[in-house]
């Protein structure tokens, strides 16, 4: 991936972010230091029979953040580049996250160190239920949800849910979201990240003076995220999509390409590279394509203060977690950049997340319309809101966002009380 992503430690900047937020709100020492640490981590090293009948010992982690609003929610990443500090920060992100949209969760999230490209489907199954049987002692429907993330997805969630379920001797939906309908999955999961960026990508054009309708998009990343933005983004709003890429490259078409077909080129040869008509461009210069909107849809450490200065879009909305590092916020600021922050951008996943556990629990399942009308109606209100305390505090969305949040966190922490 572009801009070497190892070289930025994300639990570091999770942790200035968090200290930019203090100075503002004026935290005392206390409050800022329950918010800089993880509340529980969880370390596992455990063996996998691999296809050829040697064994393999993975490691695995799930860092639970905090809790003060609610049980933690968050993702699970399967990646060779996992690291406990880039789950640690990925767990302080989805408890800012889960306070922005103002659903009742902390946050968490879990990684286990693997090359999922590399592995069969029966290497993932086995390595997913050891995994989650190493874990179980720490997540349930009121302790801790996990969901899919970077490389993992419903196949991987309704493995989870049935080594949890045969270890408790019945079957326990509401231990993960992002199931397949058939075990309590959600209507509209699916595309709810991407569908959530374009609610939000909408709503902050209409201020930011960018024009959607007709305006140019570049993508970088064309998973799940990414391809349902695009393709949301074509059908619902026309837009242009002129650049997209994914980790192999990027393809570049200055009057636009129909999404749905380069979905279907990449279903086919694994890549969008390639794309007919399009010409080849790299992942760097995706992010640096002139274009009115641009969504970074990868990893995390893409827009550094190498790059900031040439991202040509004058919106920018995260689909990833964690694209842009804080140098590159205070660039973008100063260029009147309009930044959706990941916390916002994304937050349509586990907005949807939390439809599906309150389906689960509830045993009873709404129709996607419904989930939809919920779904934009918490992206308005909470783009509003950010957008409110980007202009009170002078601040960019960010950090806004992170203020609406940890005011948020904070006023649950503090009404709660310290134990004991
Ligand atoms: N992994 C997604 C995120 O980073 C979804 C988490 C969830 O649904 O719990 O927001």
Redesign the pocket.
Known sequence: MANEPSSINPFETARRQVDIVAELLKMDEGARAVLKYPKRELTVNFPVRMDNGTYRVFTGYRVQYNMARGPC???IRYHPSVTLDEVRALAAW?TW?CAVVNIPYGGAKGGVICDPKHMSPGELERLTRRYASEISGIIGPEVD?P???VYTDSQTMAWIMDTYSMQKGYSVPGVV??KPISLGGSEGRGEA?GRGCAYVIREAAKDAGVRVKGGSVAIQGFGNAGSVAANLLYDEQGAKIVAVSDSKGGIYKADGFNPHAVEEHKKKTGSVVGFPGAKSISNEEVLETKADILVPAALENQITAKNADKIQAKLVAEAA?GPTVPEADTILFQKKTTVLPDVLA??G??TV?YFEWAQDIQGFFWPLSEVNTRLERVMVQSYADVHKAAQQYKVHNRTAAYVVAIQRVVDAIRIRGIYP
Request: glycine fraction near 22%.
């Open positions: 929610k968050g993702g989805m996250k949800i969901a899919p993330d979201t992002g990240t977690n994304n937050a996943g586990v997340s």
